[in-house]
């Protein structure tokens, strides 16, 4: 059987963890990290979608490749960065607080985003020719 993807119209085979296969994107919160757990592209996807760049660079230094298709249709982790981040941005305007609270909460949102970006373009993260399709429920 198969379940949802990181990547929206995708779907994970039924071997993939699918609890981590179906994790909602948008959100910026820190991920555990097993310092001695073999870093995989699960993991790689699981590191963007917190925006935790410390987990991504880990991810890299460990061997994982940068441009390795993380679904059946050939999509990049930078692929899922870009969505990821849209959605983040479009959470944030549902953010419940006074205008300081939700704009400090976009500030560390973006910093996360831009510190995990970079992370991914040193590394030589591209995107992929099916990125044109990306779209929520495609």
């Known amino acids: 059987s198969h379940t949802k993807s990181p990547i929206p119209g995708a779907r994970c085979s ?3 963890n699918a609890s981590r296969c179906q ?8 991920v555990y990290t097993d310092e001695h757990a073999h870093p995989t592209h699960e ?5 963007v979608s917190h925006m935790n760049a410390q987990e991504v660079t880990r991810c890299f230094e460990q061997g994982v490749p940068p441009n390795h298709p993380i ?19 479009k959470n944030a305007l549902n953010f419940r607080g006074t205008v300081q609270a939700a704009t400090q909460h976009l500030v560390e949102l973006e910093e996360a985003a831009f510190q995990t970006f ?5 590394h030589g993260c591209t995107l992929s020719a099916q990125s044109g399709v990306l779209k929520r429920g495609v």
């Open 71 to 89: 679904d059946k249709h050939g999509h990049t982790i930078l692929d899922f960065f870009v969505i990821e981040h849209a959605s983040m941005v």
């Open 43 to 47: 993991r790689l996807v699981e590191a």
């Open 14 to 16: 039924s071997s993939q």
């Open 23 to 30: 994790r909602r994107m948008g959100n910026a919160h820190m």
């Open 118 to 122: 970079s992370v991914l373009v040193e």
